[in-house]
């Protein structure tokens, strides 16, 4: 599967996951995306989105198995634009509470489970489903996110990293900081679902289609 | 294009609790239904969820109540409605495999819902958990009261009843890998008379799982009440689609962060 003539973004199945949503948002915006199913494409110059649900040690054993890891390093280093969403963000960072796989370590980060108890004593009900409100100030991201509400639904959060310049932007649930954005290179991670945002969403996905398209010319 | 040398934290703000739109259909018509019964047909459901989108609705549960097969008739109705909904969208009825799990899911829903199922098959639970997270699966319970058994647990759209108390069964389907419980009084079911706030508070009390109550939501009043009894979410269905003391069928999805701040 190739997608490097015109530059449409391309969504990557492992067959784990909903790519269903994520491909209906990106129709709706107006581009024509193109699934890929295997890493055999190594010279792909294109947007790349992972977005990701189910469990951290399944996606990171398919990983390796099918052979991901080292495309995903070489888009990485090549400084292509990857949009990772929820899982496929955690799957940047570099080990997960949720099994003993091991990610692809672009973010200085590990993956916790909320705790049963808030920072101040009280229960927290898990996983973190809901909206919040996503206002990133204009250096956050390397592409324009207008404020508005997004989606999240999780159970595990990306710890804030050390390197500021890695988590951005940070949200709260129940008192616990978690990292909402991540960035290493060109890589972005998302922990919310834009494609599952509204207009709000449908914004953001856009903005970031046209700056990703930009530096794949 | 630099980064910010400190990063931005959002300040804390409790979330404001998702006001969801519960849509049942009776084999693909939409309908709504009184104690689960005598179902009304008020339109389409594909249109039905385009309108809700349109409106921003925080999310929609989408639950099928008739007895047909889980066929490619229904894996049709499930992928147009999946296109039209740019928002967290669930959808319940029928589910008996992981394969229709993995139909849903594909199709753009985020979550499943399931309920006689865990009855009959409970693993099923675990493994949609395994493979798309808990936060993909949404346990429903329903729950009656008459003279005869006091409360209890039905399944099969409300047909049959069993001998589960409302609280351990919710409890179960936590341990079994549920990552969310959508919790309907059948007896309150389409009356807009009000939650059953009390079962709703000692359901939410044994589990850590985000609660969501249906069943009796009428006014702004009755979504308050559900949350402080401790409901994590709100959902209802006639309060949407009904209008008036003649219940004119009207679309209507109110801001909910106005409604519930």
Redesign the interface.
């Known amino acids: 599967m190739t997608c490097h003539s015109i530059c449409q973004p391309c969504v990557v199945d492992l067959n784990t996951g909903n790519i269903g949503s994520v491909l209906n948002m990106l129709t709706r915006i107006g581009v024509r995306p193109q699934v890929i199913v295997s890493p055999t494409d190594t010279s792909m110059r294109a947007p790349v989105i992972f977005p990701g649900v189910g469990h951290f040690s399944h996606l990171s054993r398919a990983l390796d198995d099918l052979g991901w890891r080292a495309w995903f390093n070489r888009v990485h280093q090549d400084d292509l634009p990857i949009l990772g969403i929820c899982l496929g963000a955690q799957l940047m960072c570099e080990t997960s509470e949720e099994g003993s796989g091991t990610g692809l370590g672009w973010i200085k980060a590990k993956v916790c489970r909320f705790p049963e108890t808030t920072p101040s004593g009280l229960k927290l009900r898990i996983p973190h489903m809901g909206w919040q409100t996503f206002s990133p100030p204009d250096s956050c991201l390397p592409f324009a996110a207008p404020a508005g509400r997004m989606y999240y639904a999780h159970s595990y959060y990306i710890a804030p990293t050390v390197d500021a310049a890695q988590s951005p932007y940070q949200s709260q649930y129940g008192g616990v900081k978690f990292a909402a954005a991540v960035r290493s290179r060109n890589a972005i991670g998302l922990q919310f679902h834009p494609e599952k945002s509204h207009r709000h969403g449908m914004a953001l996905l856009r903005n970031w289609v046209l700056w990703a398209q930009e530096l794949c010319v | ?10 300040p ?2 409790p ?4 006001f969801i739109v519960a849509l049942t259909t009776l084999n693909g018509r939409l309908v709504r239904t009184r104690n689960f019964k005598t179902p009304i047909y008020v339109g389409d459901p594909i249109n039905a969820v385009k309108i809700f ?1 349109d409106k ?1 609705a ?2 929609l549960v989408l639950l099928e109540i008739g007895q047909d097969p889980f066929d490619t008739r229904r894996e049709s109705i499930i992928r147009d409605i ?2 039209e ?4 969208i669930s959808y319940g009825g029928g589910i008996k495999t992981i394969e229709h799990v993995r139909i849903v ?6 979550k499943v819902v399931l309920n006689t199922v865990i009855h009959e098959s409970p693993n099923l639970v675990k493994d949609a958990a ?7 699966v949404v346990g429903s319970i329903d729950v009656a009261r008459n003279w005869l058994r006091g409360e209890h647990v039905r399944s099969h759209s409300g047909r049959y009843a069993t001998k589960r108390k409302p609280e351990d069964w919710a409890k179960y389907c936590e341990d079994l890998g549920c ?2 419980l959508l919790l309907t009084s059948i007896d309150r079911d389409g009356t807009m008379s009000g939650y059953d706030t009390d079962l709703i508070a000692r359901v939410s009390a044994v589990v ?3 609660v969501i109550s249906l069943g009796g939501a009428g006014a702004i009043e009755h979504l308050r009440s559900a949350l402080s009894a401790g409901a ?2 709100v959902a209802a269905g006639s309060m949407f689609v009904f209008h008036g003391p003649r219940r004119a069928v009207l679309i209507n999805y109110p801001n909910s962060e106005i409604v519930l701040r």
């Open positions: 294009m630099s980064v910010l040398a400190t990063p931005y934290i959002q804390l703000q979330p404001t609790p998702r989108s921003s925080d999310e999946a296109t909904a740019f928002m967290p899911i594909r199709s753009g829903f985020e395994n493979e798309f997270g808990a936060q993909a990552g969310e850590s799982i985000p994590s979410a």
